[in-house]
């Protein structure tokens, strides 16, 4: 059962990854050869670099988000390198250059940091700014956020759960006239960059990763070419 689940999974994500990218079987070299179209070979060169520091375990998580990346400058332009976020934080090129951790994404590698300011931005674009956000670890659907002043009845909210990811709240008058909130899970949705990291992870599998500068050795003990089913 298990296995079919995978298979599952992996049929989606090349499905889901053709669409994005026109790969039916992606793979680092072609995966390459996009980013350089895409984001120049100053930029391409510099994921690259990136990923070729990190282990063999995390280059698929890696690879994974410059794929990201190169599916969000298609829709947002080649601009969205320059724009500074929110007068604190430094524009995404200033990152990539300098190789800079911001909190609060230190958890994350720069690579996933970049995909998913990238995965939030377009989004946004897509849907409009989201006005909360919720933890989707648990599934009740009441009044789980905070509702804006200009919140009317019937109005549905824009409300944020992950990188990229987001569903509506929809506003309703309570049987004691106060205003509340349900989430609809049904119009849960991620954005092109966020589906793309996602589907190339899955699609193109942990590897080994084979990228150009650094021949990569294989683990002993431990099998690359597969991801295990949870």
Same mark, same amino acid.
């Given at each position: 059962?298990?296995?079919?689940?995978?298979?599952?999974?992996?049929?989606?994500?090349?499905?889901?990854?053709?669409?994005?990218?026109?790969?039916?079987?992606?793979?680092?070299?072609?995966?390459?050869?996009?980013?350089? !179209?895409?984001?120049?070979?100053?930029?391409? &060169?510099?994921?690259?670099?990136?990923?070729?520091?990190?282990?063999?375990?995390? +280059?698929? #998580?890696?690879?994974? &988000?410059?794929?990201?990346?190169?599916?969000?400058? /298609?829709?947002?332009?080649?601009?969205?390198?320059?724009?500074?976020?929110?007068?604190?934080?430094? !524009?995404?090129?200033?990152?990539?250059?300098?190789?800079?951790?911001?909190?609060?994404?230190?958890?994350?590698?720069?690579?996933?940091?970049? !995909?998913?300011?990238?995965?939030?931005? !377009?989004?946004?674009?897509?849907?409009?700014?989201?006005?909360?956000?919720?933890?989707?670890?648990?599934?009740?659907?009441?009044? +789980?956020?905070?509702?804006?002043?200009? #919140? /009317?009845?019937?109005?549905?909210?824009?409300?944020?759960?992950?990188?990229?990811?987001?569903?509506?709240?929809?506003?309703?008058?309570?049987?004691?006239?106060?205003?509340? &909130?349900?989430?609809?899970?049904?119009?849960?949705?991620? &954005?092109?960059?966020?589906?793309?990291?996602?589907?190339?992870?899955? #699609?193109?599998?942990?590897?080994?990763?084979?990228?150009?500068?650094?021949?990569?050795?294989?683990?002993?003990?431990?099998?690359?070419?597969?991801?295990?089913?949870?």
């Amino acid at each position: 059962m298990r296995e079919a689940h995978a298979e599952d999974a992996r049929t989606e994500a090349r499905r889901v990854i053709n669409n994005l990218l026109g790969e039916q079987r992606p793979t680092a070299a072609t995966l390459i050869a996009d980013a350089r !179209a895409t984001l120049g070979d100053e930029r391409a &060169s510099q994921c690259l670099e990136l990923a070729l520091g990190a282990s063999l375990t995390r +280059r698929s #998580a890696e690879l994974s &988000s410059i794929a990201a990346l190169v599916v969000g400058v /298609r829709e947002l332009g080649d601009s969205w390198w320059e724009n500074e976020r929110g007068g604190k934080l430094p !524009a995404p090129m200033e990152v990539l250059r300098t190789s800079t951790a911001i909190d609060p994404w230190t958890d994350l590698t720069l690579l996933e940091m970049l !995909a998913a300011w990238i995965a939030d931005d !377009a989004a946004d674009a897509l849907w409009g700014p989201a006005v909360a956000e919720v933890d989707l670890n648990s599934w009740q659907a009441e009044d +789980r956020i905070e509702l804006p002043d200009t #919140a /009317r009845p019937g109005q549905r909210l824009v409300v944020h759960f992950d990188a990229g990811g987001r569903l509506d709240a929809l506003v309703t008058r309570r049987p004691d006239d106060d205003l509340g &909130s349900n989430l609809d899970f049904s119009s849960l949705r991620y &954005s092109k960059p966020a589906e793309a990291q996602w589907s190339w992870g899955v #699609a193109a599998g942990l590897g080994p990763h084979r990228l150009p500068g650094r021949t990569p050795i294989p683990m002993p003990g431990r099998c690359l070419a597969t991801r295990c089913a949870s």
